[in-house]
């Protein structure tokens, strides 16, 4: 506990969004799946509707479910997302696109090709005069040591220069390998529910820097768990689920102060 209280303590960086209404996705592991490109076009589809120029997106994480930056080639796929994401920034979208423990790996390219901002840490997001701590959530109060390990290699700069050394036709068929692998053990766990404040990670981490400042909303992504709960006194934290399976997302009206979260399923009539 005293090491999440130490970390609270670190000051984060704040972005203000004005009078702006935002969108909130995470968690759309594209790549991964038969209907991949299905549900990409549903994303597409999904920021075609509810962004309007003036609007924010914020991404928070593992949008793919892998991908590596390198100098002078990029990944195949993502083609629609990636020409969706330039078209918006174009038309005046601010697009905060924070990396999750299958995306970490982005880079500048993002930055670079569509003009999005990227963010590699939680930050505090300020909106309408409520206030915003956001992230995807891997890194927040993760119990698992192993998990811990493996992130800090994979962010090492020394290893991710190694990485880069390699050909990707080795490289990228032992990263979907372990991709799948931790999918396949999540889905033998069933699926993912939250757990009550207690014994969620990322609930006690935004509880432990409350105790610091105020935020009005804590959002995170990573634990594909859709729920909007008070965890302190005017203080809510959303978890955004997933658009993987559940096709979740949140919307924040400036106007209202309110972030409602959605279930795109749910308003298509689809039962799945
Ligand atoms: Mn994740």
Known sequence: MAKIEDKALRPLTVVSLGQKDILFVSDAHLGSGADSRERERELCLLLAEK????????????????????????????????????ELCDSGVEIHYFTGNHDMWMFSYLTEECGLTLHTDEAVLEAAGKRFLVGHGDAQGSPDRMFKLWRRMFRSHFNQRLFALLPPALTFPIAHRWSDHNKRRHLCQGPARYLGAEREGIVRYCQARLQVEHYDYCVFGHRHTPVATAIAPGSTYVNLGDWLYRRNYALFSAESGLLTLHDRHEECGRKD
């Open 51 to 86: 962004v309007r120029p003036g609007m924010a997106v914020v991404l928070l994480g593992d949008m793919v479910d892998f991908w590596f930056s390198y100098r002078y080639t990029v990944p195949r796929g993502f083609s629609r997302l990636i020409g969706k994401l330039s």
